[in-house]
Each structure stands twice: as structure tokens, then as C-alpha cells.
């Protein structure tokens, strides 16, 4: 990310804060094994995307952010960072935020455990929460994602089509997205927005689609995976390029990575204009 992405994180501090004080304090009562390690892996280099979308939409839709939203928030984070380990496994990566993964750093079967006690984690938080519709649609995000790394394992090293690509993205990067805003609403007792909602999910496949240009053309260091030798096929793969120096192709991509964010920041504008979510999407511009 860049400057303007610490600007609008910046602005929304306090709730960051809170969201990591919550997990750190989670972590220090649990005292795991995984303890050290968590202090690396969770509080150094994150990002905090997904709390920091949930904090702007409840700006944006003027609502409260009280004790049930911060719990939504560390749920989701949790949850995000249990998929990162998992997925870094099986994508045989070797850093994540400039630090040896944990599978490396440790063993698999750590790591295996270390993923699967940030979900109970996870799940903790979820259980704090007044509204118990929340669970189930957390979970349901959460079932999403799993299909969508089996489905994916199941097409390593085969050509998948456009409309497959995409699938695997609404399901692995949309579902945990769309879930933490539904869980918003229902937390808050409103009636979905069907244009948020749409906003969320085209936000989500752009980020994801962006993370997928950066990692063909081997941007992303604090990873060191590359999608290609793992047998992962991306959109620059199926249009036809052979590698990173395809430029032609990488153009197409980027001219429709714009045309979605401009598209896509129209939803917002016709709904309710708003600056930071705006700058933010505009983030990810090829």
C-alpha cells in the first residue's frame, strides 16, 4: 500500500487499535505455544484491510461502532489471518509481511495447529456477539473459502476458463468481504443495502485481481510465492501470457482492472458518495 492508505487508516486509529488490543489481549490469555510467533505474524506488517472496510462502511452507513462491530472486526481479522497460514502452506510460500512463515520457521504440523487456533479465535469472538445470525453467516463465509482452496487444489496445473477464475475469487476473497458487511447490518438490526453489498464484492475481486497482476509480475516480496510455479492459474495466465514480460497481455488486464474500479466506484457514487472508499478503491488502479 502507499501513503494515502495510511492516511485513511490513520484516520480511523482508535478503532484499529481497539481491534488489536482485543486479539492481542486474546492471545496473552491463551499464552500458546504459537504465542511468539503470533506477535510477528499479527502485529507486524498486517494491513488490517478487512476491519478497516468494516469501520468505513459503518461511517459511511452512520453507524455506531460499539463493542459488537470491534468483535466483528478481531473475528474477521482472526479468520483472515488462520486462511493466511493455511494458504501459505499449500502454496509452499516462504515469507509472509518480510517474515519467515511459520511452516518454515517451525514445522507444517505447527503451522497446520498455529491456523487452526486463530479460527477458534475467531470463533470466540464471533460468540460475543449479541446477534447470533452473525455466526452462521461468518461460518457459511468461511465454509466458502475452504471449497474455494479445494476446488483450486483440484485445478492446479490445469487451464481453468475466465468464468472458473472468478468463481474461485468470489468465494475466496469476496465471501470473508461480504460476510463481515451482512454481519454489519444484521449487527446493527438494518435491512441489507443491495448497492453496498454489490460495492463489497466488486471491491474485494479488484483487490484480489490487483494482488494477482503484482504477483505475475513478481511484485509482491513480502510473499515470495509465485502463483504460476504453484500451478495457480490467474487471469494473465488464461488471456495468454507466458510470463511477466508479456506486456500486451498485462496491458489487457490492467485496462480491465480500471474499467471494474470505475464501474465500481459509480455503484458507490449512485448510492452515497463518500471520499475515503473511494481513494481506497482507487488503490488498487493498474
Avoid: W
Avoid at 493466511?84 to 516462504?94: F, P, V, Y
Avoid at 485445478?155 to 454481519?183: D, G, H, V, W
Amino acid at each position: 500500500m502507499n501513503e494515502i492508505f495510511n492516511t485513511i487508516k490513520n484516520a480511523q486509529y482508535q478503532h484499529i487499535k481497539t481491534v488489536e488490543e482485543k486479539i492481542r489481549n486474546a492471545i496473552k490469555i491463551k499464552k500458546s505455544l504459537f504465542y511468539d510467533y503470533f506477535e510477528t505474524f499479527l502485529f507486524d506488517g498486517a494491513k488490517r484491510l478487512r476491519p478497516l472496510f468494516i469501520f468505513l462502511i459503518s461511517n459511511l452507513e452512520e453507524f455506531e461502532i460499539d463493542e459488537d462491530v470491534y468483535n466483528l472486526a478481531a473475528s474477521v481479522e482472526l479468520l483472515h489471518s488462520a486462511s493466511l497460514i493455511h494458504d501459505d502452506i499449500l502454496d509452499d510460500a516462504e515469507i509472509r509481511r518480510n517474515h519467515p512463515v511459520i511452516h518454515i520457521e517451525k514445522s507444517t504440523k505447527e503451522a497446520v495447529l498455529a491456523g487452526d487456533y486463530l479460527l477458534s479465535l475467531s470463533m470466540d469472538f464471533i460468540s460475543k456477539i449479541k446477534n447470533n445470525n452473525v455466526f452462521s453467516i461468518l461460518a457459511n463465509a468461511s465454509y466458502k473459502m475452504v471449497e474455494s482452496e479445494i476446488y483450486s487444489l483440484s485445478k492446479r496445473f490445469q487451464k481453468i476458463n475466465e468464468e472458473e477464475y472468478f468463481k474461485i475469487l468470489e468465494n475466496k476473497t469476496s465471501s470473508l468481504f461480504m460476510a463481515s458487511i451482512e454481519a454489519l447490518y444484521e449487527i446493527k438490526n438494518k435491512p441489507k443495502n443491495s448497492d453496498i453489498l454489490n460495492f463489497t464484492k466488486e471491491f474485494s475481486i479488484i483487490f484480489q485481481l490487483k494482488d494477482d497482476i503484482n504477483n505475475f509480475l513478481n511484485c509482491d516480496e513480502k510473499k515470495l510465492s509465485n502463483d504460476s510455479s504453484c500451478g495457480i492459474t490467474t487471469l494473465p495466465y488464461i488471456l495468454g501470457a507466458k510470463n511477466n514480460k508479456d506486456y500486451a497481455i498485462i496491458g489487457e488486464v490492467k485496462n480491465f482492472l480500471n474499467n471494474k474500479i470505475e464501474l465500481t466506484e459509480k455503484i458507490l457514487k449512485n448510492y452515497k458518495n463518500n471520499e475515503n472508499l473511494i481513494l481506497l478503491l482507487n488503490l488498487f488502479r493498474g
